[in-house]
């Protein structure tokens, strides 16, 4: 089966720093997604990506957020500064077209900031 | 808005019991609704969807939901439990326009005793 590939797995940051973390979707996929999960909680949704722009996001995706899709494969999501509640498991997930389509996730990248 | 209400964050079960895992969904339109699962230290793995159709679903690894309106339930269930069904299971519901997110719920750890 086809898989979303996160990088790194895990990230250390100091607390101000940015941070950058990658996604490569399925390759025939469009629409383009990034979750978090604090540890303990639920998993959250961030911001949903279609023809090369945000068509969603949630009150957590704030100014220090940022996603690009650079090259056509890979897909970013960036904290231009992050603070300590920063800290959680990031989820990249993508699916093909059409509503209800399965959603594919990534196995997701634990970022810790310090 | 919608939301999802997962009843009990852990559920221990023995091997070969049945597992009844609980969802409650409040949606303002006809829902999408999901189970995922995560295994530790994995992304989240799509067990069932429901999308209108059938409302008895049936997924992978023996689990199936059944979609009720009236209670607005879409309850998980195995008729016998194996020790490597032991995972953090999520229900999420999308209202099924394309492109649109997920909401999860808080997520229900199943244990399998031997």
């Known amino acids: 089966e086809p898989e979303v590939t996160q990088t790194p797995s895990h990230q250390v940051t100091q607390m101000g720093q940015e941070v950058i973390l990658r996604c490569v979707p399925i390759s025939n996929h469009l629409y383009f997604y990034w979750y978090r999960q604090i540890l303990g909680q639920k998993v959250e949704f961030l911001v949903s990506?279609?023809?090369?722009?945000?068509?969603?996001k949630s009150e957590i995706f704030d100014d220090q957020f940022s996603v690009e899709r650079p090259d056509g494969s890979n897909f970013t999501l960036k904290i231009r500064s992050t603070k300590l509640e920063d800290s959680a498991m990031y989820f990249c997930?993508?699916?093909?077209?059409?509503?209800?389509?399965?959603?594919?996730f990534g196995s997701g990248t634990q970022l810790s900031v310090l | 808005a919608q939301s999802v209400t997962q009843l009990g964050s852990h559920v221990s079960v023995s091997e070969g019991a049945l597992v009844l895992l609980r969802c409650n969904y409040s949606s303002s339109v006809p829902p999408y609704l999901f189970w995922y699962v995560q295994y530790p230290n994995q992304g989240l793995q799509l067990l069932l969807k429901?999308?209108?159709?059938?409302?008895l679903v049936k997924g992978i690894n023996g689990f199936e939901a059944e979609f009720k309106k009236s209670e607005t339930s879409f309850h998980l269930t195995k008729p016998s439990a194996h020790m490597s069904d032991a995972a953090e299971y999520f229900c999420a519901v999308s209202d099924g326009n394309a492109g649109n997110m997920l909401t999860f719920g808080g997520g229900t750890r199943l244990m399998v005793k031997p």
């Open positions: 990506f279609y023809n090369n722009e945000i068509s969603e």
């Open positions: 429901y999308t209108s159709a059938a409302t």
């Open positions: 997930a993508s699916r093909k077209d059409r509503a209800g389509e399965k959603l594919f």
